[in-house]
Nanobody, 125 residues
Framework: QVQLVESGGGLVQPGGSLRLSCTVSGSIISINAMGWYRQAPGKERELVAAITLGGTTNYADSVKGRFTISRNNAKNTVYLQMNSLKPEDTAVYYC???????????????????WGQGTQVTVSS
């Protein structure tokens, strides 16, 4: 009933930029926090950036000043603008949404958390 669809990953040279997008589909009423996580081979999944419904943001120290998270509440979409990319940014990036309130198939208000399927970002020359 609720699905997160990501786009925008790919291969980029060091110093380059990419923009990730994640749209939450379904009969959405509201979404509290949205964020991006990443997982590199052999490493645990880590928070990259998060943004609340009110627009408060939080970033991992490793991406501060290079990445910008934003959201369009009318489109139920969160973005991650990634600049000055480094090889160590290479990972699968996952979109996350918490406290998704939506109308289910019976018209009831329900709540869930959800993850996207992941999109590969590779930074290499």
């Amino acid at each position: 009933q609720v699905q997160l669809v990501e786009s925008g990953g790919g291969l980029v040279q060091p110093g380059g930029s990419l923009r990730l997008s994640c749209t939450v589909s379904g009969s959405i009423i509201s979404i509290n926090a949205m964020g991006w996580y990443r997982q590199a081979p052999g490493k645990e999944r880590e928070l990259v950036a998060a943004i609340t419904l009110g627009g408060t943001t939080n970033y991992a120290d490793s991406v501060k000043g290079r990445f910008t998270i934003s959201r369009n509440n009318a489109k139920n979409t969160v973005y991650l603008q990634m600049n000055s990319l480094k090889p160590e940014d290479t990972a699968v990036y996952y979109c996350n949404a918490n406290d998704i309130y939506y109308s289910d198939y019976l018209g009831r208000t329900s709540r869930t958390d959800s993850w996207g399927q992941g999109t590969q970002v590779t930074v290499s020359s």
